[in-house]
């Protein structure tokens, strides 16, 4: 959590965790399945056509990029995949917009600077 130097944001809120001011919890996935598994799934979806009937090695030899590997897989569990990292940037920003409300401070610098550093 430690910002780089000119940091201070990131350095504050290092500061109010260690003072004891702020609980920092992280955000866990528990229910987290990638795109990048739609390729696991190929082989087990019924399909009719000759495509899908190759053998499982000729399957797992054939590139398949993530845009289609996600439309693979959305349609394989019958609904959108959300993306991970946008929704863990949604919860962090949150968390920093009510960290600054309860300490009455202005929190867009301080929530800009934790985005760019990726913390």
């Given amino acids: ?5 000119g940091e201070e944001g990131c350095e504050l809120l290092a500061d109010l965790a260690e003072a004891g001011a702020l609980d920092a919890e992280p955000i866990t996935y528990e229910d987290f ?7 696991i ?5 019924a399909s009719t ?9 000729e ?3 054939i590139k398949v990029d993530e845009s289609e590997a996600r439309r693979t897989l959305e349609a394989a569990v019958g609904g959108t995949i959300l993306d991970y990292l946008t929704l863990y940037s949604e919860q962090q920003t949150q968390s920093l917009v009510e960290v ?3 300490l009455g401070t ?8 934790t985005m760019r550093q990726g913390a």
């Fill in 106 to 113: 202005d929190v867009d610098t301080l929530v800009q600077t």
């Fill in 41 to 45: 799934f190929q082989s087990n979806l």
């Fill in 59 to 61: 399957s797992a030899s």
């Fill in 33 to 39: 399945l990638p795109a990048s598994a739609a390729g």
């Fill in 49 to 57: 056509s000759n495509e899908s009937r190759q053998s499982t090695a």
């Fill in 1 to 5: 959590m430690r910002g780089r130097k």
């Fill in 100 to 102: 600054g409300a309860i």
